[in-house]
Structure formats: C-alpha cells, structure tokens
C-alpha cells in the first residue's frame, strides 16, 4: 500500500500497537505524527482536556494538514492480575471491587480512552481528515479488562464510532479495530502471575495464538486506506476469542 505523502496522526505511538502502525505507516510512505504522552515532537496528556485540540494544531503546523488519525491511546489503570496466583480463575474487574472504586482513575481513564478519540477527530476533521480508526479492545465484548475503568471506557468505542461515521460522512470515513491479545511488550511485562490467564485466553481462542502487532498494524492501514467504502464498522481482530 503506498500512502506517500498522507500525513497520519497515530496515538499512543511509543510501544506495543500504537509503535508497530506507525513503523507501518512509515515504510508505507506516510508522514507519522507519533504522539506520545511525554517526550518527542508530539507531546500530550490526552487525560487533560485542552490537549487533544492543542495536539491537532501542533501537527497541522508541522505538515499543514492531517489526512488520517488512529486513537490508539489507552489509560489502563488498574492492574488487576499483578498479584494473582491464580490468574486463570481471577475476574479482571474483581481487583476494582476489592480495591474500591477510585473516581479519579475513573475519570482519567474516561479522558483518555474515550473523551480524547471524540476531540481528536472532530479538531481533526475540518483539515483534510479522510479516515479514523479506533482502536478498542476486545475483551470488552465479553465485559472483560484489565480493570472497570477500562471496561467501560474501551467499550464504548464501537458506538463513538459509530457516532463519528455519521457526523463527519462523507468527507470522513471511521471504523473501529477491537483487538484481542497482542504479544507487545506490554504484555511481557506482566509477568508470571498473568501466565495462567494467557494461556486460558489461548486455549479459548479459535485461532490458538496471540496475536502479532503487525498484523494489528496491517489491519489498520486497510481501515484507513484499503477500501474507501467501509464506514461505522467494528472489527474484531482476536483470532475469534469474543466468539
């Protein structure tokens, strides 16, 4: 796919999914705006609410234009299998309720997941946006996730999404990518006690594998660039495990 010249915005850029897109984007001739949330040319904490729109005029004034943007971006916080032995059995929201609910970490993860994606597209619309994809979380189909907070934050994806196709068609075209279990460095990072999980979540998966993140970033570049008739769609990249 050659996107010579496409100037793509890519949330989230620093590692795992978000790292591999923007590889993707780059060896396919983009010019990638890679966000992180602090350090580099792109610089935001996307929990604030003035930073999205002031993200979108940084990169406008770097390349003039912003022709697709991926909100990958994701604020997970709570980590509900760090100290579980028995990770295979444990719920992933079970930690929120034994720790207590947390307004803050609420809020936060509501900013970044879900508030973010809805600012970033529509400050990016009126400077030549054609395509948004966002990025969810399949788990969440299942009612599943690293905490609460992610669960709901992640899960409304698909009906932003949706929101997004209809507001801004047809100049934009938005789709939305609900990815499953990725080998990322995230996951690495883990650890032992998730080890038990991961394997469960395989052997429940059809495909019997994790997923690799060039093939999130493959599946990514379609959405934006493959086909300029598919809008307000959700696509499950899990190798079947919401099935």
Known sequence: MDLSGKVTLVTGAARGLGRATADALSQAGAQVAA???AGGDFAADL?????????VAAVVARFGRIDFLVNNA?????????????????SFQRADAEAGFDPALFDAAIAVNLRAPLQLALAAAPHGLEAVVNV????????DGSSAYFVLSKGAIPTLTRYLARRLAPAVRVNALMPGLFAT???????????????????RTPMGRLGKPEEAAETILFLLAGNTFITGEVLFLDGGWHL
């Open 185 to 203: 460095e995230q996951l690495a990072g883990r650890g032992a006690p998730f080890r038990p999980l991961q394997a469960e979540i395989i052997r």
């Open 74 to 90: 994701a604020l997970t916080p709570a980590n509900a299998l760090r100290d579980a032995p028995d990770a295979a059995a444990a």
């Open 136 to 143: 969810g979380s399949g788990s969440t189909e299942r009612g």
């Open 35 to 37: 966000h992180q949330r």
């Open 47 to 55: 929990s604030r609410p003035e930073a999205a729109a002031a993200l």
